[in-house]
């Protein structure tokens, strides 16, 4: 299945996500806060990508989902997924082939930023509405220890990809999205050498995330509401960036109408399988009442198809892969 949700996000509101890479997750790093745990196809480009789907079967999927919907109640077709969406062989040609096939709706994409250096990746993200590019370091050390990258990547080649960006197609249609982790890139002194490349990029947008679900690393520590509004004052100040966090979520669209009520276990389990999810999530995701997706959540942890994981004091539910 290569299409899911709608999902609801504080990064974009409500969108329908597109995967076209296949299980298990197939990523350029191994982000020590990654919600899918660890990366067991860590990869350098999309020449090692063999396991994906063909962009026509994407298009179809895509097309009879959409059908489904409402797309008024539809902020973005967003691609993201099990992996890095940019490792995805043919980016270009599906990329051409969702944009015939959405009419007037938007289209993002979720990427770690990784593969931006390479000029047919550029290429192919211009022709998106929105890029939501990862920047979690701005030097080689922290860049190491957070994201744990394949070999032969560099955080200035990433740097770099993005700058190149925003000269050849300007940086309204750029977003950078920021995982701050606690006493790893959570300083005043980092932050301040972080808005630098804010400030050089000028992204539309600066999306400050923390950890708020299980990571891959049980070390990994998310900021706190006061240290986050801290994090993101000081970006304000030092690049006069739009900042939003998750903290503080942007507005989204009215209530979503879902109108495919079928088969609501399997979706269940394709929801929790891309992430750990909280039981109001697959509420909201699936335009459930709270009881009828505890009812339903409660039979698949009895029949043993998602398992329950505690995080801090809230209980996710996940997939077992
Ligand atoms: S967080 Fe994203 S970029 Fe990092 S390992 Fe997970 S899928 Fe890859």
């Excluded at 790093?29 to 990654?34: E, Q, T």
């Excluded at 043919?90 to 709706?105: A, H, I, Q």
């Excluded at 276990?265 to 394709?270: A, N, P, S």
């Excluded at 697959?282 to 009442?289: E, K, Q, T």
Aim: glycine fraction near 4%; aromatic fraction near 6%; hydrophobic fraction near 40%.
């Amino acid at each position: 299945m290569t299409i899911y949700g709608p999902v609801r996000s504080w990064r974009l509101g409500y969108s329908l996500g597109v995967d076209p890479l296949l299980p298990p997750k197939t990523c350029t790093f191994d982000c020590v806060y990654c919600q899918l745990g660890s990366t067991r196809r860590k990869v350098d480009g999309p020449e090692d990508v063999k396991n994906y789907v063909d962009p026509q079967t994407i298009r179809k999927e895509l097309a009879s989902a959409l059908k489904k919907l409402k797309q008024e109640s539809i902020d973005y077709v967003t691609l993201s997924g099990v992996g890095e969406p940019t490792l995805y062989p043919k980016l270009k040609e599906l990329v051409t082939n969702l944009r015939e096939e959405v009419g007037d709706l938007k289209i993002a994409i979720l990427t770690n930023s990784s593969l931006m250096w390479r000029n047919e990746v550029r290429e192919a993200l211009s022709l998106l509405d929105l890029v939501v590019a990862k920047l979690d370091a701005v030097d080689e050390e922290t860049f190491q220890a957070i994201n744990r990258p394949s070999p032969r990547l560099r955080i200035s080649m990433i740097i770099d990809g993005l700058r190149r960006f925003k000269e050849e197609w300007g940086s309204d249609k750029l977003a950078l999205q920021v995982m701050l982790i606690k006493d790893v890139n959570n300083s005043a002194e980092y932050l301040m050498k972080l808005s630098e490349i804010i400030c050089e990029l000028s992204p539309k947008e600066v999306q400050l995330n923390t950890v708020l679900r299980p990571p891959a690393e049980k070390w990994v520590k998310p900021l706190e509401l006061h240290e986050m509004q801290e994090a993101a004052s000081l970006i304000r100040e030092y690049s006069s960036s739009n900042v939003i966090t998750a903290y503080q979520p942007r507005q989204v669209k009215g209530e979503l109408k879902v109108s495919v009520v079928e088969e609501l276990e399997l979706k269940v389990i394709d929801l929790t399988r891309r992430r750990p999810c909280r039981i109001s999530e697959i509420a909201s995701i699936l335009g459930l009442r709270l009881e009828e997706a505890e009812s339903i959540v409660k039979g698949l942890v009895a029949d043993g198809s998602i398992v329950e994981e505690a995080y801090g004091e809230t209980i996710f539910y996940k997939a077992k892969v």
